[in-house]
């Protein structure tokens, strides 16, 4: 008898949370169904809701293609964030095919209605030629709108664009004014932008390592550069070591060179990894080792090229003129790897 008791007992502890599961599946069942009555009656704003918590699994089953079927449904009934929505499950394929050229059609109506993050989708597109042709034109007007409401990314864009005069007018000085515009929030992307393009003139940094009179240009080039070095930024600690290295903006300075260089490559940027190859390998500035110059060469070529956006086209003017030295013997070779293999895991790479 009491064995009967305490298996029934049991029993009961054990099926007590089904029995409260039940009546909660159901509850949730019921409030979708509510959800989705409501949806039904036309509202966007009730569409979008829904098909955003089925897009994420936001307390309702995930279901790409149902989420995918509200939004679109928003955005038929004019809902901007919608329109945004379903142009990049149209672009992804998600919840349905991939469909590009729809893709741009949603950014493109969202845009019209001043949605700034499709905007960028739809000028990015453009620009790439995704979901029809290039164009451009097209894109830079996109970007100019964007950039007019202060969205920073599109502020940048507009100055590389018009340094490079792709889709306006190929204009130096736009691309100051939208660098100046850029760094005087306090971009370090922007002051190094700047700074590289005000010393692009001053063609006198060609010519090899010797000190060259300061002009007007690259006297504020300097100051530039030294804001975006300030705020840590690699690429303008690389170029400032350089000119240190060159005597381009300054005398010559090889030590100032030596560490500034070093900061850019303990940031893992390829340019600098190399030239700390060369000038171990040459032993131009620093005492010549042959397995350090392989250890930061081996790094370079394991990282790669690119760094964010890939490198400028000032940093490939001041490309390091190096080549890997592999005849050095095969122990210290092995050791080079090693001490590689030891600096990405210290940093986490």
Wanted: glycine content about 8%; proline content about 5%.
């Amino acid at each position: 008898m009491m064995r009967w008791l305490i298996c029934l007992l049991i029993a009961t502890v054990m099926l007590a949370p089904c029995a409260e599961a039940a009546p909660r599946r159901g509850a949730m069942s019921q409030a979708l169904l509510e959800r989705i009555k409501a949806a039904k009656t036309g509202d966007a704003a009730t569409q979008y809701a829904l098909g955003l918590d089925l897009r994420v699994g936001n307390g309702l089953p995930k279901d790409p293609a149902q989420a995918y079927k509200w939004i679109h449904l928003a955005a038929v009934n004019l809902l901007k964030d919608a329109q945004y929505t379903v142009g990049l499950m149209d672009q992804a394929g998600e919840g349905t095919p991939r469909k590009e050229a729809d893709a741009a059609e949603w950014f493109r109506k969202a845009a019209k209605q001043g949605h700034l993050p499709a905007t960028l989708a739809l000028a990015d597109m453009l620009r790439h030629g995704e979901g029809g042709p290039i164009d451009l034109v097209g894109a830079a007007k996109l970007y100019r709108q964007a950039a007019d409401h202060n969205d920073l990314r599109s502020i940048l864009l507009m100055g590389e664009l018009s340094a490079r005069g792709e889709g306006v007018t190929r204009s130096a000085s736009d691309a100051a004014m939208w660098y100046r515009r850029a760094a005087a929030l306090g971009n370090a992307e922007a002051c190094y932008r700047l700074g590289v393009l005000l010393l692009d003139p001053d063609r006198g940094w060609t010519k090899g390592r010797s000190s060259h009179r300061p002009s007007r240009n690259s006297r504020e080039a300097l100051i530039w550069l030294q804001m975006a070095a300030d705020q840590n930024y690699a690429p303008a600690l690389y170029v400032l070591g350089m000119t240190a290295w060159g005597g381009i903006i300054q005398t010559l300075d090889d030590r100032k060179a030596f560490l500034l260089i070093g900061q850019a490559a303990d940031q893992a940027y390829p340019p600098a990894l190399r030239q700390l190859a060369a000038f171990y390998r040459t032993g131009e500035i620093v005492a010549k080792d042959s397995v350090r110059a392989l250890m930061y060469s081996e790094l370079a070529d394991q990282i790669g090229e690119g760094w964010r956006d890939g490198p400028t086209a000032c940093e490939r003017r001041f490309a390091p003129h190096t080549e890997r030295d592999d005849t050095i013997a095969p122990p210290q070779q092995l050791i080079a790897k090693k001490r590689a293999q030891e600096w990405l895991q210290m940093r986490g790479l």
